[in-house]
């Protein structure tokens, strides 16, 4: 179990508050599941035949099982390694497919009953897909997201004035236009996406294959319309450092559970045991039993990389300096990246998610 | 409902003017599908003067001598023009496909609604630029027709062209609902086009086919794409029997509507169960 942590005192696990709490969550989700059957090919000639016939299925588990509230202005990243069901939650969410199992309301709504009212109220943002009506002029196809979500043409005109000016007012001016074509893409995904105001907003992999200048730009729109609409949003990210930059609550998934659900600075002091110990020897004279102070990581005299456990890290400081003349020296949490790709390796045998203990 | 009608009308219109750019290609384009009208009044011609019949029009075949046989393929011609619908099914499986069709799901608005207006502002834009050719090609071979048919056989002419419209956009949206079923549509869509490019009637008047090939092709509702209006202009159907196909042809038109419908709705949720 994670240290409670706000987030999770905010959102307790289903059956352990009253419904009054729970009533006011934006996005609630109950032992939601999807499984997809997906045709299992076989090799050669011969079998291809008789896969005619005789079809062979797997059964995937995208989503096992997941508990989830978010409140309302909450910003939530979801994290995990490709299939791990990021995507599959929030295409459950926004109605695209219907689950296996489970239930999920979003503002009151079931997702997949894609009642009209529902769609008004948010906005799906896919970054890999395009979504656009592309075959459009942009000021045409936002004419036409203005009649399909029925938005009165005073709202519009404000909606658009101030996303214009918050996605373009940032944009590099000497940038070459080939540089940022992905990037304005991007933007006019996003413009579209939030004509109609929604209360609501999924992210998937937003900042996918853009220039950390465009990344940086998608990233600073994104936390300042938040903070100012107060919407709720849930993001899918491979980025680490949108997540870091965007959402004070990070939910960790893999193989289709919640693995994690908490800050991110706690995913580091929840799964890392160690820290990293950078040393720089004056006079190039470099001790040949460092490995007494901790596992030598990266050794290019006169630095050294140490990982040493967590608690023992002041005594081993203290006794390096001490014993050596060090001319700099650094003690850091182990890269972020480095604990999550840890974490989803260690999920890889799938155990009880903390949130249904 | 004036919201609805609202929303209709933008998209009516901005396909409007998106369709409008490309009028380039359009005038020879269309001119260059008159051509093979010529060689058919030089085909025809040699099978009637292979019957001796060619120049007095005595001779007939499926009810139509060589006059009647030249006027049938322009005619057959003004049916395609509103009943093909180059694309929309091909269109629709490949939103299937890659995925685009989740627009559909996730924005208020109807897939077929939609491809609907799109397609009839493609049209109405086509119409107004092929108007020109169309006159002149009629021009150009108005000694095969018999004069303006009566008021009534032009007002019934009007109106299954309108339903030919209507019938070949619910056929083939339906063909391209395929998409949620089977990734491979484009062998499916070559085979029905196949079908409907001989059964439809714009390779030679069905009347022609003998029996029991003619009745099978006036009894599939292909015939309404181009055979029937162009029969029904040269009045070849006549009277009771003329409104009698209009009323089939309606009922084809319902059929596909509701079906179109149904399959999108099935599709949907087979989309949403295995796939996304």
Request: charged letters at 20%.
């Amino acid at each position: 179990m994670p240290a409670p942590d706000a987030a999770a005192v905010l959102c307790p696990p289903f059956g352990a508050t009253p419904i009054i709490t729970l009533s006011m969550a934006v996005i609630e989700i109950r032992n939601l599941q999807k499984s997809y059957r997906v045709y299992q090919k076989q090799e050669g000639l011969w079998a291809a035949f008789t896969g005619l016939v005789n079809r062979k299925h797997r059964e995937v588990k995208a989503v096992r099982g997941i508990d989830l509230d978010v409140q309302q202005g909450e910003f939530v990243a979801f994290l995990g390694p490709n299939g791990a069901g990021k995507t599959t939650t929030l295409k459950l969410l926004s109605g695209v497919i219907n689950p296996s199992g489970g239930e999920a309301r979003v503002m009151g709504f079931v997702p997949w009953q894609r009642d009209n009212a529902y769609r008004r109220r948010f906005a799906l943002v896919m970054g890999q897909k395009n979504q656009l009506w592309w075959d459009l002029p942009a000021a045409e196809s936002f004419r036409l997201h203005q009649q399909i979500y029925a938005i009165d043409s005073a709202s519009f005109k404000q909606s658009h004035d101030e996303l214009v000016d918050l996605l373009d007012v940032r944009r590099l001016l000497n940038q070459p236009v080939r540089e940022l074509s992905l990037g304005v893409r991007m933007k006019k995904l996003m413009r579209a996406a939030l004509l109609h105001k929604p209360e609501v907003l999924f992210l998937d992999e937003p900042t996918i294959g853009l220039d950390v200048i465009a990344q940086h730009n998608i990233q600073k729109f994104l936390k300042h319309y938040q903070e100012v609409r107060q919407i709720t949003i849930l993001l899918t990210s491979h980025y680490m450092k949108d997540v870091a930059a965007l959402c004070k609550r990070v939910v960790i998934i893999n193989y289709g559970q919640i693995i994690y659900d908490g800050s991110l600075d706690g995913i580091v002091d929840k799964f890392s045991s160690h820290k990293v110990l950078t040393l720089q020897f004056g006079d190039g004279r470099m001790p040949s039993d460092l490995s007494r102070y901790g596992d030598v990581l990266e050794l290019k005299e006169p630095e050294v990389k140490l990982r040493v456990e967590r608690n023992v890290i002041t005594d081993v400081l203290s006794a390096v300096l001490a014993e050596h003349e060090i001319e700099d020296v650094s003690v850091e949490d182990p890269p972020l990246e480095e604990v999550i790709a840890q974490v989803f390796s260690q999920a890889a045998k799938p155990t009880p998610s903390p949130s249904a203990v | 409902m004036l919201a609805r009608a609202q929303t209709w009308w933008t998209i009516l219109r901005i396909s409007l003017e998106e369709r409008l750019v490309y009028r380039g290609d359009f005038w020879i384009g269309t001119m260059m599908r008159f051509l093979p009208v010529v060689t058919q009044v030089f085909l025809w011609g040699a099978v009637f003067a292979g019957m001796g019949a060619a120049a007095n029009g005595s001779g007939q075949i499926g009810g139509f001598n060589y006059s009647d046989m030249v006027a049938y393929y322009l005619l057959a011609m003004v049916g395609r023009a509103f009943s093909s619908m180059p694309g929309l099914p091909s269109g629709i499986a490949l939103q299937i496909r890659n995925g685009e069709i989740k627009k559909f799901l996730v924005q208020p608005i109807d897939l077929i609604g939609f491809l609907f207006l799109t397609r009839v502002a493609h049209k109405l834009v086509y119409y107004g630029v092929a108007l020109v050719p169309f006159a002149i090609a009629f021009y150009l071979f108005r000694g095969y027709f018999s004069g303006w048919p009566p008021v009534d056989v032009l007002l019934a002419f009007s109106i299954s062209l309108v339903l030919a419209f209507l019938l070949g956009f619910f056929m083939e949206a339906l063909m391209g609902m395929l998409g949620f079923w089977t990734l491979e549509v484009s062998s499916l869509l070559w085979i029905f086009m196949l079908f409907n490019f001989f059964l439809s009637g714009q390779m030679f008047p069905l009347s022609i086919l003998p029996p029991p090939w003619d009745t099978v092709a006036l009894a599939i509702p292909l015939q309404f794409l181009a055979y029937f209006p162009a029969a029904v202009f040269l009045q070849k159907i006549q009277g009771p029997a003329m409104w009698q196909g209009l009323a089939i042809q309606a009922a084809w038109v319902m059929f596909f509507v509701i079906a179109c419908r149904v399959a999108f709705h099935r599709g949907v949720r087979r989309y949403s169960a295995f796939g996304g």
